[in-house]
């Protein structure tokens, strides 16, 4: 088994949803992202942490979500801003490689179903 691969049982609600990434032009933020590969396997644990669900209107990082809408990336860098339960909140996103991401200068990498 890959090292960065979520596990069946997690692919259900926006980790479905943000699994298969996106093919969009400026999309390439989308997606399951882990601060280290052998966390894809923990998504979907309730003690899960150093991931991020990305989709083009939510960002989760913990258990609850976010909601805003998001645009495209520019010169690889976005800013998503959102709220949500836990109030406004906004993020800094830079990819430099199809499979590598950054939130708020923290180093993630893709998760994969």
Do not use: H
Not at 8 to 24: E, F, Q, R
Request: with cysteine; net charge neutral.
């Amino acid at each position: 088994m890959a090292l960065n691969k979520i596990p069946s049982t997690a692919l259900t609600g926006d980790v479905a949803m943000a699994a298969p990434g996106s093919k969009d032009e400026g999309r390439g933020y989308v997606g399951v992202w882990a601060t280290d590969a052998s966390i894809c396997a923990a998504i979907g644990s309730p003690a899960a942490t150093g991931f991020a669900v990305i989709t083009i209107s939510t960002f989760r990082d913990g258990p609850s979500a976010a909601y805003g809408n998001f645009g495209v990336l520019k010169d690889g860098k976005l800013t998503l801003q959102m709220g949500g339960a836990s109030g406004q909140r906004s993020v800094a996103l830079e990819q430099t490689a199809p499979d590598a991401l950054s939130i708020d200068g923290k180093a993630y990498v893709r998760c994969v179903p």
